[in-house]
């Protein structure tokens, strides 16, 4: 096998298909929203009073850039719309609490979060899956905002923010085409997975999957434009995913520049999210914790580089090294 065919197998044994796939996946969801209309409706005994809601899947899985996760519990992302306008509803936590309080029996675990309802499934003790519903209200104009803040929580803390799911998953959609497109999602799940597998047991603050994702929506170069020509269609763009995974980490790593930020001056890497709220990804990350993510992407960089110039057997002990032992010997 050649090493862009071992990337290949590498991205069959840890891409999670997505909800038109996966039959459990859509089988779990679809139990928890059939609890949350039975229990809106007892909340709401009157028709003419109950608010309805619409559902759309978000997230990697609908987006198609999904992993397994490493140490199981499944996340399934699922945006509820209720059709309300939210300038009648003025405290987003009330709003929350109509769906929490209707799915809270569901499972031995279900929480109320900053940003979403959180249904958990344990099994043989073991978290398995949990589901986020993530609710929103609509304002005068049609436009989606989040329902964020916790019980309890201060007044200033509880906010509707405009969120455009849906959008971010129509750009990803949109990026590129055929092969092209293929190759796209193939590199967002390995830098998804090296995060899960070079962050997971030291407790440093990982970067966010939609960080990544958010990443290479501005960086990634396929081999083809790369090379300086495009291949419609042609085997042509994906022949080294090797060499355009390298490309995508070098153009994040050449983005980082010294300024200002809430943990004051650093080095650091600023990513605007290209849809409402159009926020930094980053920004929660304290310097400290960015300077962890930069000399992590220095070793994953320097490990992209010693793989292309090493024999194919050398090149797999690198790659496992560096995405964990899913990466073919």
């Known amino acids: 096998m050649t090493i862009h065919a071992k990337f290949r197998t590498f991205d069959e044994t840890i891409r999670l298909k997505r909800f038109a796939e996966n039959a459990e996946l859509r089988e779990k969801r679809d139990r928890v929203l059939t609890r949350l209309r039975g229990g809106i409706q007892k ?71 900053r940003s979403c309802v959180t249904v958990f499934y344990v099994e043989g003790g073991e978290p398995k899956y949990h589901v986020d519903l993530a609710i929103y209200g609509k304002d005068a104009w049609g436009n989606h905002h989040l329902a964020s803040g916790k019980q309890g ?68 170069a396929t081999q083809s434009s790369s090379l300086g020509f495009y291949s419609y269609g042609t085997q042509a763009a994906e022949t080294d995913d090797l060499g355009v995974t390298t490309g995508l980490v070098e153009k994040i790593r050449s983005n980082f520049t010294m300024g200002y930020s809430t943990a004051g001056l650093g080095e650091r890497i600023r990513v605007v999210l290209p849809v409402p709220p159009h926020n930094d990804i980053f920004e929660k990350l304290s310097n400290q914790q960015m300077q962890e993510f930069k000399q992590r992407l220095d070793a994953l960089l320097g490990n992209l580089r010693a793989a292309r110039k090493s024999s194919e057997q050398n090149a797999c002990q690198v790659l496992r090294r560096t995405f964990g032992e899913d990466f073919p010997a």
């Open 43 to 113: 909340q709401f005994p009157s028709p003419a009073n109950r608010p309805t809601f619409d559902f759309f899947n978000q997230g990697s899985y609908e987006m198609g850039t999904g992993v397994k996760p490493l140490g199981g519990d499944y996340d399934i992302d699922v945006g509820l719309v209720l059709n309300i306008d939210i300038s009648h509803h003025r405290d987003p936590v009330a709003v929350k609490e109509w769906v929490y309080k209707a799915v809270k029996e569901h499972t031995t675990d279900v929480r109320f979060r």
């Open 153 to 220: 929580g201060a007044t200033d803390q509880r906010k509707w923010v405009r969120s455009e799911p849906k959008r971010l998953t129509d750009l990803v959609d949109r990026k590129f085409s055929g092969e092209d497109a293929n190759q796209f999602r193939r590199v967002i799940r390995y830098l998804k997975r090296w995060k899960d597998f070079q962050f997971s047991s030291e407790g440093a603050a990982a970067p966010t999957g939609i960080g990544l994702t958010a990443c290479a929506l501005s960086w990634f």
